[in-house]
């Protein structure tokens, strides 16, 4: 599925929780009200069809693909069964900001599922039923060697593993939601902090006290330090230090020093301490030890030029100090991933935040209602 059905998908199940607790504020031993089932069917009908865009083939309905080609021996007791699908839909009355999490989709699913076979409560559901739910329910939550291993039970296998997959990356779209979350609310927390304390803040120190991984702002420190103030140039190199520091932040680094006489300049006036530094950067670099690659990186003039350039730099480093110098290989690559992020209330100068966050600088827009993301908070 593509990125524009997942943004979908997500929009739809925005009413989940609601629709979910009036189903099972029911209770699960009546009858489900015609005028539920009618609200619950309607917007089944338009998650499936903002789901598959018509241009394309659309999946077998969750009737076809659900049946069981036969019961597994481990099956535990109904009570059981249907103790463990019951709580699995609980998920679904939770109200949490935020893309669905996996808890949450995969309780729509089975409500989907109870839904197309007409007013059915859980505890009605007949022997085969009661199996198919519980089945789908451990198939959706399990590892992925044992969603295969189940899905074998299914009539059709590739259809109950598709949406296994959806859910995998519903599930990593809300992970991703939830790492922004934490990173804007200690970011709100540090800008408490430095409003009520007017003393002076190293560039450095600020960093440190944010606690979680801003990469975004680690790519703005790196990018736009001013490489003369000491200050300055130390958060940079200290951002640089962490494995979690962007490929691209890093890469880009690199070929600024290399494009504009940096490094070369470093060699010839004796700079140890600075030429130590990323002689370990590109150490670090050539044994994977930055693993991140979330930034884009398009193939500019600049980099070209780094590329072109490198060689002819470390060359003459390597001849100013007498030792040899690795190459930073596949450095100057191009890389998909997604902008970097504005980071426009730090003031690298005065090394602290002018400005509180706002939640368009953290969050991707497809993840965020409308009415929040112009909001400062």
């Known amino acids: ?54 241009a394309k083939k659309r999946p077998l309905p969750l009737t076809k693909m659900m049946p069981l080609r036969g019961m597994p021996s481990d099956l535990p007791s109904e009570t059981r069964q249907r103790s463990a699908v019951a709580s699995a839909l609980e998920a679904a009355q939770t109200l949490e900001p935020g893309p669905s999490t996996r808890e949450q989709a995969v309780a729509w699913t089975l409500l989907r599922v109870i839904q197309a076979w007409q007013p059915m409560t859980l505890s009605e559901a007949t022997e085969t039923r009661l199996a198919t739910l519980y089945m789908l329910e451990r198939l959706l939550t399990s590892t992925p060697g044992e969603a295969g291993r189940l ?12 949406l296994r997959d959806e859910i995998d990356q519903m599930a990593l779209i809300r992970a991703e939601w939830d790492r922004c979350n934490r990173l804007f609310v200690a970011t709100q927390g540090l800008w408490t902090r430095q409003i009520n304390d007017q003393t002076t803040w190293r560039l450095i120190d600020s960093l440190q006290a944010l606690g979680p991984a801003d990469v975004d702002l680690w790519h703005h420190v790196v990018l736009h330090h001013d490489s003369t103030d000491p200050q300055q140039r130390e958060a940079a190199l200290w951002c640089l230090r962490h494995a979690a520091c962007d490929q691209t932040t890093v890469a880009t680094y690199l070929a600024h020093i290399v494009t504009d006489g940096t490094l070369v300049a470093a060699a010839q006036r004796g700079d140890s301490a600075y030429l130590c530094e990323i002689r370990t950067l590109i150490e670090r670099w050539n044994a994977g030890y930055y693993r991140d690659g979330l930034l884009e990186l398009d193939a500019s003039d600049a980099l070209n030029a780094a590329s072109s350039r490198t060689e002819e730099a470390l060359q003459q480093v390597a001849s100013l100090t007498r030792s040899d110098w690795p190459r930073p290989h596949g450095a100057f690559l191009p890389r998909q991933g997604r902008p970097a992020r504005m980071r426009p209330g730090w003031n690298l100068r005065q090394g602290r935040m002018v400005a509180p966050p ?14 929040q993301m112009d909001t400062p908070v």
């Open 1 to 54: 599925m593509d990125r524009t059905s997942h943004r979908q998908l997500l929009s739809s199940l925005v009413l989940v929780p609601a629709l979910a607790a009036v189903v099972i504020a029911v209770g699960y031993s009546v009858h489900l009200p015609t005028a539920v089932l009618a609200t619950f069917g309607g917007v089944a009908a338009v998650f499936a069809a903002l789901t598959y865009p018509k």
């Open 358 to 371: 706002k939640r368009k600088d953290y969050f991707d827009p497809a993840t965020e209602p409308a009415t």
């Open 151 to 162: 899905a074998q039970y299914f009539r059709r296998p590739d259809s109950v593993l598709s």
